[in-house]
């Protein structure tokens, strides 16, 4: 007989963090706020991505962005600049947030006054999908100079998000062994329900079905 207790503390933290997760997700919508949890891997694009979005909705609906990083303002001054509320969140070393860490985000960004909100996760493809945050949709970027293979390499992060926005599609004439048609086929495999927009932050390519995909998504809710 062992004379050790074992614990399954990975598993005690994770269902901690999801009931958590759900109450936040409640006050979220008691007030009519939508937020979007936005990851990627570092370069692959999100504050750019961000900047053309906010450019296309900000007349229409009242939009802010948390910035989530290990350190540094850089994002949170570029998405300031463009006239939405910004925030910086520094996670104190943290690969990730978790739903308690966006619900002080939160309370200091204060959110009852808009519509759309977007938390711009730490930047890795492994931590940030496996914590809930409260979000009301997950979404992520992948860059085609990255490859078409990254959902073979890192299924649970394209299995949780509800849309996969395939970036810098301006490229595609230089990184030619980058395949559309399998990348697509191998998000769908895991995850039958995604949404995939091929897009280019930098020419703005695709960025209307993505900015519609947006409108539908936040009415439907506000209207729910």
Known sequence: MKDFKVIE???SIFEDNNADADNLRAELKSEGTFLL???SSPGAGKTTTLKRTISMLKDEMKIGVMEADIDSDVDAEAIAATGVRAIQIHTGGMCHLDA???RQGIREFGTKDLDFVVLENVGNLVCP???DTGSTKNAMILSV???DDKPLKYPLMFSICDVVLINKCD????FDDFSKEAVKERILKLNPYAKIFFVSAKTGE???DWADWIRTEVQSYQQD
């Open 100 to 102: 308690d860490m966006t």
């Open 37 to 39: 949890n936005l990851m």
């Open 145 to 147: 100079p990255e490859g």
């Open 9 to 11: 503390v990975k598993r």
């Open 206 to 208: 695709g960025f209307e």
């Open 129 to 131: 999908a496996e914590f």
């Open 171 to 174: 490229t595609l004439g230089v």
